[in-house]
């Protein structure tokens, strides 16, 4: 076992990683930083965001009018100060990724365009063609490479975070490529791995969103807020669940039926008109299209294919010219994996899991209840986006609160003394349960595959677009004998070198815990907010649920639920009207 | 045989394949690149030609005779068709890679690389036509 | 019955063996599996010890690329129906070292990407407070195109130069120096000539041009290659005319 | 600093290559097929030597010979390099290449310049 030290650790190459690391370099410089990756920085997930990323900068926009569809969109459930917060530093992020060379798409005369986007009143989306979190993610990661301050730790997984002294001094990883178990100690650490999509079965997301972060924050203490709240996206392609963005809406696509009806008319969300209205229709916010997907197919008017249930995206009016200088990434995408030209045929979509509101709790500064763990990204919970995100605010997230989470670490890293040598011990341990209990295991009958597709089974049964106590209990019971199964996991890779098999045993534990905390938030939730819908709890219920939960990892193991109230600053809970 | 005969714990043990020396026959793409910058030969070997040419010009007609002599010979006449042929794939190739290197804008816009390349091969008609009748009109 | 296909999949354990060796597998056809699903299906329910890079499924993370019946490809985006009836050899990429079955090095890349400086460098900062840089839609088309790379490595591994020169910097590397230099934000275009004129720079790219035709996202790197000598040769031509103040 | 010269080499490369293209197919056609084979009637001794003392054509055959073999020197080096894997033998190559186009361009600009 190696021992590294620095200052100020970032676990995570994504958007919010390469940002807190910049910040990180930039405000102190004397600092060591780095930044430890299970893949390589440009693999991350924030590659895969399509549609925008929201700031105002446009005359007739407002911090207020921002903040507005922010927090209505989230149920109100969205700490408003942070909020407030994150919509006066957008508009700077932007700029700065504009300044770092992120090719954003232009107006005529040069100026950054923007394009609309679900929930949002006004036209504040910025967007590189339909590409925009590759374009930010290679501009974010090219840039870091001139600071030769920050180092990296490519293709290394974490496996525990140190806790010494009720404070975080470090982790332990893997080298992949060696499966040598490495220290890294550091006087701050910040969690930016993203979410955990993967904890469904039909998701949008990558292999590598396993909710890494979240799980080894949870066990070391920390609480995990709000993980009842999963988005789903209202248009993924069937079987792949490959995203076809909320642009495509926002450019005048439209949702139809197995009739050719723009069925959302029917739900609350305004009046069919030709052109995209903002707020209304297929801008709309994700839960209530995705709510009435549901109504919809127990309707019995969706198609049916071999990957289930499907309506239609149909962006045939839009033209070959819009359609590839606006979207040409979706078009890319249909031709290559449906087959079908958007040009002149329709697209086949459906609900598919995108984005977690929830993950490790912080406040607005990224700092978590445990001292010198730091969070940002789609694995932390501000909290902005409430009860359901809206389209483009999880791109800024990344940077604004990135910055900031690097920034709150780097002074409190340039407060600490160096990690003591009990931190060692306890890597030393972690060191023989990687060894005990995976890479020399033999024995076992639990094949990965199999606890994982029950996972997958369970929470899209019980955690679904809606959910009831009873299935919850049920998924509950069930994700703690999946826990009691992963320990008779049987493992035919006993070698060192690029251990896949072993990554993802470790990914499935993590994605275990992730799956209880969600269960049981949700269980403890007796409410509709957002895009938690109980049918056994059709409203939403202020009086006792404004308010974030809280799931710690129990004695026992299991988690325990508590709550911690939302900050309301200038928005009093209000009804959520769109359409109108 | 490996240089590193034996794993040790912790330590890559990487496998680096040597590139073949036949690599350029392992695949038509890269046959193909070959066989392109062989007609980098042919072309030498008219410009030879042509020094030759000019050399038994300035001797005088019973030299510049002998030259057209040989020139009809069965292996010049065969030489010559093997390198008009190479020749040929050059101009084609060389026309048809023209618009990677030299990019075009006119008032902004880039211009699509099918216009470079046939203002390319448009050029090369003109001029082949050109060097015809200057040639064959001095019979 | 189902219908099968088989794949032929170079294993490497560099821990039992010296040299890598080939393993079959027969795996289900489905009509809409890539190559990539095929080999999670192998990695799921055949052999556990299978080791593979990939991620996003959706051809933008650049995690998956290997060579697919000789050619350098991304697996997500390679459909068993294109290979039919197979078998399908499924091989590590060309020209870089292999790390364990179909994983290859790639920090050789890495170092070669932080080379060419792929980052904005200028002069005079422009500060926030004043915005943005303008740049018109003509502008931003005049570097789009190779800023589109996703640093998969197919063009490297269709390269025979950096097959038999290692230290060339090679295909996307210059791709992405090229981006920075055309893009009107700019001002490093000396400082990255002076570093891509040197010895292992664009002069040892004998325009194969197969880099271009793998490209998955048509970056087209054998054109930056090309331009860039063009302007390195101009740049050359005019630091012997004209005088030092004018360049 | 010395500058190499290899951005000067691509450039008569690229310019050989060029004047190649255009040039080479058709001068071959005629002066080693069509006249040879009897397709066209050869020009006369008197015509030819008539057409070569025109300074423009003396510039063009000058040309048309020394840039092409410059071409040829660049493209052959690399081919050396690469198909044969013998970059060890760099400094024989390289004085072989440009030494023979360099030999040839000599000749070619002697000959221009004493035919009568």
Redo the contacts between chains.
């Keep these: 076992m190696d021992r590294f030290a620095c200052d100020v650790l970032v676990v995570g190459g994504g958007g919010a990683g390469l940002r807190a690391v910049i910040a990180v370099a930039e405000t102190h410089p004397k600092l060591r930083v780095a930044v430890i990756s299970k893949v390589y920085p440009m693999r991350s997930h924030t590659v895969s965001a399509e549609g925008g990323a929201a700031a105002v900068i446009k005359a007739g926009d407002s911090l207020d009018a921002h903040a507005y569809d922010t927090i209505s969109g989230g149920d109100w459930l969205s700490d408003q100060d942070a909020v407030e917060a994150f919509v006066r530093e957008a508009p700077e992020e932007m700029l700065r990724l504009e300044h770092w060379g992120c090719p954003w798409s232009r107006e005529p005369d040069g100026h950054i365009a923007v394009r609309p986007f679900g929930g949002m009143k006004i036209e504040r989306t910025w967007f590189a063609a339909d590409k925009t979190g590759f374009h930010m993610l290679h501009t974010l990661f090219q840039t870091t490479l001139k600071y030769d301050a920050i180092e990296r730790y490519d293709e290394w997984f974490v496996t525990k975070l140190l806790v010494d002294a009720g404070r975080c001094q470090g982790v332990v990883a893997t080298e992949l490529a060696t499966g040598k178990i490495q220290v890294i100690t550091a006087k701050a650490v910040i969690l930016c791995t993203g979410g955990c999509g993967k904890v469904f079965p039909f998701t949008t997301n990558a292999n590598i969103k396993n909710g890494d972060g979240m799980a080894l924050a949870y066990r070391a203490g920390a609480p995990l807020k709000d993980m009842e709240f999963v988005q789903y996206h209202p248009t993924g392609l069937p079987f792949t669940g490959i995203l076809i963005t909320e642009a495509a809406r926002a450019e005048g696509g439209w949702l139809l039926n197995k009739d050719g009806y723009r069925f959302l008319q029917d739900y609350d969300l305004g009046k069919p008109e030709p052109k995209p209205v903002l707020r209304s229709m297929e801008l709309g916010p994700r839960d209530r299209l995705s709510q009435a997907f549901v109504k919809e197919q127990e309707k019995g008017r969706t198609l049916e294919g071999p990957y289930g249930h499907y309506v239609h995206l149909d962006l045939r009016h839009l033209g070959a010219r819009v359609i590839d200088t606006k979207l040409p990434f979706v078009r890319e995408l249909c031709l290559k994996y449906q087959n079908i030209d958007p040009v002149k045929e329709m697209i086949p979509v459906r609900p598919v899991v995108h984005y977690m509101m929830g993950g490790v709790s912080t406040d607005i500064h990224g700092a978590t209840p445990l001292p010198g763990l730091y969070a940002a990204g789609e694995a932390a919970c501000v909290s902005i986006n409430g009860a359901n995100r809206l389209g483009s605010n999880s791109l800024t997230e990344c940077l604004v609160f990135g910055a900031r989470a690097g920034e709150a670490a780097a002074a409190f890293a340039a407060a600490q003394r160096e990690p003591g040598p009990s931190v060692l011990a306890q890597a030393d341990d972690e060191g023989r349960r990687l060894e005990e209990k995976f890479r020399r295991k033999t024995g076992g009958h639990e094949r990965i595959a199999t606890l994982r597709a029950e996972m997958h089974e369970t929470m899209e049964e019980s955690a679904g677009i809606y959910r009831t106590g009873a299935t919850l209990e049920k998924a509950a019971e069930k994700l703690q004998s999946l826990q009691e199964r992963f320990g008779d996991l049987a493992l035919a890779d006993h070698s060192y070198t690029f251990n896949t098999e072993l990554t993802a045993a470790l990914e499935l534990s993590y994605m275990l815990d992730v799956a209880e905390a969600i269960v049981h938030s949700a269980l403890r939730r007796r409410e509709s907010r957002g895009s938690h819908q109980r049918t056994d709890f059709p409203a939403r219920d202020d009086a006792e649920f404004l308010a974030h939960s809280l799931a710690y990892r129990g004695a026992d193991g299991r988690p325990r639920v508590e709550y911690l109230p939302v900050t309301i600053t200038r928005w009093p809970p209000g009804k959520r009207v769109y359409g109108r | 045989m490996s240089a590193e005969a034996h794993y040790t714990p912790y330590h890559p043990r990487w496998y680096r394949r040597r ?1 073949s ?1 036949w690599w ?1 026959l392992q695949n038509r793409a890269y046959a193909g690149f ?1 066989l392109r ?2 007609t ?2 042919f ?2 070997f ?6 030759w ?3 038994t ?2 001797q005088g ?1 019973d030299a ?2 002998r030259f ?1 002599a040989c ?2 010979t069965p292996l ?2 065969a ?3 093997v ?2 042929l190479f ?2 794939f ?2 084609i190739t ?2 048809n890679l023209a618009p990677k ?1 030299v990019v075009v804008r006119l008032s902004g816009k880039r211009v699509p690389d099918w216009v470079v390349v046939g203002l390319n091969y448009a ?2 008609l003109v ?2 036509g050109a ?2 009748l ?3 009109r ?2 | 019955m189902q219908p099968a296909v088989t794949l032929r999949v170079t294993r490497y354990r560099p821990e039992q063996e010296s040299e890598p060796t080939l393993a079959t597998y027969e795996v289900p056809y489905r009509k809409d599996w890539v190559v990539l699903d095929a080999l999670n299906y192998i990695k799921d329910t055949l052999d556990g010890s299978l080791s593979f890079r990939w991620s996003c499924r959706m051809g933008v993370c650049g995690s998956c690329g290997m060579k697919v019946n000789g050619s350098p490809k991304l697996t997500c985006a390679s459909f068993l129906s294109d290979s039919l009836p197979g078998p399908i050899r499924v091989e590590p990429l060309d020209y870089f070292p292999v790390v364990r079955d179909l994983v290859v090095d790639m920090s050789d890349f890495m170092r070669k990407l932080k080379k060419v400086k792929p980052w904005i460098i200028r002069h005079d900062e422009r500060p926030l407070a004043e915005g943005e840089y303008l740049q018109t839609p003509d502008q931003l088309d005049a570097y789009k195109q190779f800023s589109m790379c996703i640093n998969c490595m197919l063009c490297y591994s269709a390269c ?2 950096y097959g ?2 290692p230290s060339f910097i090679g295909p996307a590397a210059i791709a992405l120096a090229q981006r920075y230099n055309m893009d009107s934000r700019d001002e490093g275009a000396p400082e990255r000539l002076e570093i891509l ?1 040197e010895h292992d720079g664009i ?1 040892q790219c ?1 325009f194969v041009g197969e880099c271009t035709k793998v490209c998955p996202k048509h970056v087209d790197p054998a054109g930056a290659i090309q331009q860039y ?1 063009l302007t ?2 101009i ?3 005019k ?1 012997l005319l004209l005088p030092r103040g004018a360049r | 600093m010395p ?2 010269i ?3 080499l ?2 008569l490369f ?1 310019a ?3 004047v ?14 069509a ?3 009897g397709w ?6 008197e ?6 003392r025109n300074p423009v054509a003396r510039l063009y ?1 000058f040309v ?3 840039l ?2 410059f ?3 660049h ?2 080096r ?2 050396l ?5 013998v ?1 060890h033998l760099t400094a024989l190559i390289v004085v072989f290449c440009y030494g ?1 186009a360099l030999a ?1 361009t000599v ?2 600009a002697y ?2 310049w ?3």
């Design positions: 590139v020396v350029w070959v910058e062989l980098s030969v072309v030498a008219f410009a030879g030609v042509t020094l040419q000019l050399r010009l300035a007609p510049y005779a057209l020139l009809g010049f006449v030489l010559h068709a390198a008009f020749v040929l050059h101009s060389w026309f290197a050029a090369w001029l082949s060097v015809a200057i040639v064959l001095g019979r | 025979p130069i038999l020169e004129s002069w004998t000598k390195g040769a740049h050359w031509l630091s | 500058r190499s290899t951005p000067f691509w450039l690229s050989g290559g060029t190649a293209a255009l040039l080479f197919p058709i001068h071959i056609l005629l002066t080693g097929l006249v040879p084979l066209v009637n050869a020009p006369s001794y015509s030819v030597l008539g057409l070569v055959l048309f010979v020394s092409p073999l071409h040829w020197a493209r052959f690399y081919t390099y690469d198909g044969l894997q970059k023979t040839g000749m070619a000959l221009l004493t035919i009568p």
